[in-house]
């Protein structure tokens, strides 16, 4: 089962920031968090990743909260290209290789 | 960065045949593979992952088999095709355990 909670879908007008939230409120103390998304019929594409500090990129922001149980993924001037399933993972457990995928949530930036 | 190549993009096979899927991967060695099945509207699931020639793991019991014969080479076969095996498979590597997976393009497999 995923470890983290997203809405199902979100609409963002074109050239407003996007902030979707992620709970995963299980986190272990070494368990990062990822944010993936994508983009009708292709393989997803990895946008940013972060353990406890924000983290920007020059794709979007991690917000990460104090006790590590949410954060959010900031598209500063979402565009129509941003359009995607947004997901939000985290690592299952330490000395395994896997990652989770959840249903993501679905973001749809309006003209 | 790397370069994950999965052929074919699309596939179409009747109930009951094999199947054989690759996936190779450029730009680096000793990568962690991965297969993972999307169906329609879903989200991913992982299938098998590899830390290495010859070592799979499974995450779901299934009608599925993966192989690792190569450090860069990742099939997923199947003795005997059901209607729920299709899909779209997507094959993702990665570095190592704590840096992001890079995906392929995927195969959209429909089983008639």
């Known amino acids: 089962d995923a470890k983290t909670t997203q809405p199902t879908s979100m609409d963002c007008a074109e050239g407003r920031a996007a902030n979707l939230p992620c709970n995963h409120s299980?986190?272990?103390?070494?368990?990062?968090v990822y944010w993936y998304r994508q983009i009708h019929s292709q393989g997803p594409q990895y946008i940013i990743h972060?353990?406890?500090n924000n983290e920007t990129n020059e794709m979007a922001s991690l917000i990460i909260t104090e006790d590590r149980k949410s954060s959010t993924l900031i598209l500063p001037h979402a565009t129509l290209r941003d359009t995607a399933v947004y997901y939000c993972?985290?690592?299952?457990?330490?000395?395994?290789?896997?990652?989770?995928f959840g249903t993501g949530t679905r973001l749809k930036v309006l003209a | 960065s790397q370069t994950i190549h999965q052929w074919p993009a699309t596939l179409v096979q009747p109930v009951g045949s094999p199947l054989s899927l690759e996936c190779t991967v450029e730009?680096?060695?000793?990568?962690?593979l991965y297969w993972y099945r999307q169906a329609a509207g879903r989200g991913l699931q992982l299938l098998f992952y590899?830390?290495?020639?010859?070592?799979i793991s499974s995450e779901v019991p299934q009608n599925l088999s993966a192989s690792r014969p190569q450090d860069r080479q990742f099939i997923l076969s199947s003795k005997k095709l059901l209607l729920s095996d299709s899909g779209f498979y997507l094959c993702?590597?990665?570095?190592?355990?704590?840096?992001?997976?890079?995906f392929g393009p995927g195969t959209r497999l429909t089983v008639l």
């Open positions: 993702a590597s990665s570095g190592s355990s704590y840096n992001e997976q890079f």
């Open positions: 730009g680096t060695s000793n990568p962690n």
């Open positions: 993972i985290v690592r299952v457990t330490s000395g395994t290789y896997k990652y989770i």
């Open positions: 299980t986190i272990s103390g070494n368990e990062y």
């Open positions: 590899s830390v290495g020639i010859g070592q």
């Open positions: 972060g353990l406890k």
